[in-house]
């Protein structure tokens, strides 16, 4: 079984409009968890990290944990052309091994 | 360094020959991860090093991969007798230690086509 499950998308949202983006967990062990943007040619990037159950708002972006749901979401808030990427979430392993899921492809149209 | 190195960004080699991807970590970083990125495609796990600890080899595909790390630094992923389906970027990371809340850092990638 997977440790995330993503939809692949791709997720098309009009320019400035919200995006919601969601990831789904098997691990009840899992606390925290990071989300990633990989740009088409680069290398993930962290963006968010979340390490409690609510909300965490950092500028456009608001990652959401539900523990009891084992469900983390990414909001992004006025969506630009910019955004467009493929986002990753993983579990915070404290240094161990990590398995990603496959990241939801997110399109904004200008 | 400032960030996860990885060496030689581009390779081009032809079917059957052996390559040698180079992965220096960030200094202090206890944790090292391969991974197989295809064209379009997800993170595909490789290998994974925690400090002086066994690896957990389980996601290499075949016996034709392999990798090694020396203490708690640079890396090498050796592919041998190369097949066209090992075209791919391959992606190397590093992050704090067990205990320790740490995302993942990225290289930049080596990107390996076989011809």
Redesign the interface.
């Known amino acids: 079984q997977k440790e995330v499950e993503q939809n692949s998308g791709p997720l098309s949202v009009p320019e400035g409009a919200i995006a919601s983006l969601n990831c789904t967990y098997s691990d009840r062990g899992s606390q925290?968890f990071?989300w990633?943007r990989q740009y088409s040619g680069?290398?993930?990037?962290?963006i968010m990290?979340i390490?409690s159950n609510g909300d965490k708002e950092d500028g456009r972006f608001t990652a959401q944990l539900n523990k009891a749901s084992q469900y983390v979401s990414l909001l992004i808030r006025d969506s630009q052309p910019s955004d467009s990427a493929t986002y990753?979430c993983?579990p915070?392993t404290?240094?161990?091994?990590?398995?990603?899921?496959?990241?939801t492809r997110l399109f904004v149209k200008a | 360094g400032a960030g996860v190195s990885q060496s030689p960004s581009n390779k081009v080699t032809e079917k059957g020959k052996d390559v040698e991807l180079r992965c220096d970590p960030i200094s202090g970083h206890t944790a090292l991860y391969w991974y197989r990125q295809r064209l379009g495609q997800g993170l595909e796990f490789l290998i994974y090093f925690q400090g002086n600890s066994a690896p957990d080899k389980s996601g290499l595909p075949s016996d034709r991969f392999s990798a090694e790390r020396t203490g708690e630094s640079v890396s090498t992923l050796t592919i041998q007798r190369t097949q066209q389906e090992d075209s791919a970027v391959y992606l190397c990371a590093s992050s704090l230690g067990p205990g320790q809340n740490s995302p993942l850092h990225f290289g930049n990638g080596t990107r390996l086509t076989v011809t």
């Open positions: 925290s990071f990633y680069k290398s993930p990037e962290l990290s390490y990753l993983a915070n404290g240094g161990f091994k990590t398995i990603f899921g496959a990241g």
